[in-house]
């Protein structure tokens, strides 16, 4: 299908922009880059909301809530404390509160040798943070996801706090809704969602937005609420 280059570019536009968002994980790394807390807590609400970023959103944000909620609203000194809720017992579907204990366990460990997760590559925050044993093939929807919140800069939605990570580098967050959005736009024509197909879409969107690829994300849901076609 061809697509209009100027109808994407007017989708990304108007959809990069908060009021589509109020009910979306991204509010709470944004509630504490907002209240000025340390960029600790923000990196951590980051990496917590993006991880259970998956399912309904009302669903999402009410468990993300939780989270926070049994952190007491400090996520940093909760996980410098050591002491965490660890129990085989659901914290947003599959997701249980002893793979929630283990992330925080895993991010101590980092913030007692460096004060951000930065410089941590897509699979190293895999590794490292998320305990999934390394691989180069995956699409890591959440990992790209919690990049965009912290490296895009434009004031709108995401936050750009990491001002070492250039927001051309970054790569597009792929689930299935994304792709499936994707392969019926023509955008690429790969059945798997991995991240040679989260790269080829980025292509594509680097074409109309050389310097912010990921822009196009907003493209996407926009098409993805609306269900306008671009053409």
């Known amino acids: 299908m061809k697509i209009s280059v100027e109808r994407i570019k007017s989708f990304a536009l108007k959809y990069n922009d908060m009021q589509y968002f ?8 944004r509630h504490f880059a907002e209240c000025g807390a340390c960029l600790q807590d923000v990196e951590i609400a980051a990496v917590l909301a993006a991880h259970l970023a998956w399912g309904r959103r009302c669903m999402i944000v009410r468990d993300c809530a939780r989270a926070f909620d049994q952190m007491d609203w400090k996520p940093y000194e909760y996980v410098m404390r050591g002491k965490y809720r660890d ?12 793979e929630f204990a283990a992330i925080c366990s895993r991010l101590r460990h980092i913030y007692e040798n460096c004060s951000t997760l930065e ?10 943070v998320f305990g999934q044993k390394s691989d180069l093939r995956a699409a890591n929807k959440k990992i790209h996801l919690l990049r965009r919140w912290m490296v895009r800069r434009d004031g ?12 051309a580098s970054l790569t597009i967050p ?22 040679r197909t989260a790269d080829e879409i980025t292509g594509f969107f680097r074409e109309i937005f050389p310097s912010d690829p990921v822009l196009g994300d907003y493209a996407l849901f926009g098409l993805g609420v609306t269900g306008v076609r671009l053409k």
């Not at 109020?22 to 790394?29: G, Q, Y």
């Open 87 to 98: 129990e085989a017992v659901s914290l947003h579907r599959t997701v249980m509160w002893s």
């Open 156 to 167: 709108k939605v995401d936050i750009g706090l990491w001002k070492d990570t250039d927001p």
């Open 119 to 128: 410089k941590l590559s897509p699979d190293g925050f895999r590794t490292e």
């Open 174 to 195: 792929l689930d299935t809704h994304v792709h499936t959005q994707a392969v019926d736009l023509g955008i690429t024509c790969r059945r798997q969602t991995d991240f």
């Open 22 to 29: 109020n009910e979306d994980p991204v509010i709470f790394p």
